[in-house]
């Protein structure tokens, strides 16, 4: 059974930050491409950033590519989003999910792309 577990979400001041982390399990997830997606209230889903495999590659949005990382831990089956400078705008729940990839570099910034998705965390920015 695949399992996609989030964390680290919370109440944060403008300005402050967070890491938010998703445990993986049930898949092999050294081939997987792992992304991050945010679900405003009210709104659809909006691709944050994603990493490939290996975890040499990232693509993130341009509103938060200065301000937020991801990564992964390969030997922990983990991936990470380490956000800071956050702003009343980034408030949303937090999702990680995970796509299985081919060879080579695939960053999909699409939700449909993805096929296992965690339950999110939320992530609330105050002003």
């Known amino acids: 059974q695949v399992q996609l577990d989030e964390s680290g979400g919370g109440l944060v001041q403008a300005g402050g930050g967070l890491r938010l982390s998703c445990v993986v399990s049930g898949l092999p997830f050294s081939m997987y491409t792992m992304g991050w997606f945010r679900q405003p209230p009210g709104k659809e889903h909006e691709f944050v950033a994603a990493?490939?495999?290996?975890?040499?590659?990232?693509y993130s949005q341009d509103s938060v590519k200065d301000r937020f990382t991801i990564s992964r831990d390969n030997a922990k089956n983990t991936v990470y989003l380490q956000m800071s400078s956050l702003k009343a705008e980034d408030t949303a729940r937090y999702y990680c999910a995970a796509i299985f990839a081919p060879e080579g570099v695939y960053l999909p910034t699409h939700d449909y792309n993805y096929k296992y998705w965690g339950q999110g965390t939320q992530v609330t920015v105050s002003t």
């Open positions: 990493i490939d495999r290996s975890g040499t590659t990232t």
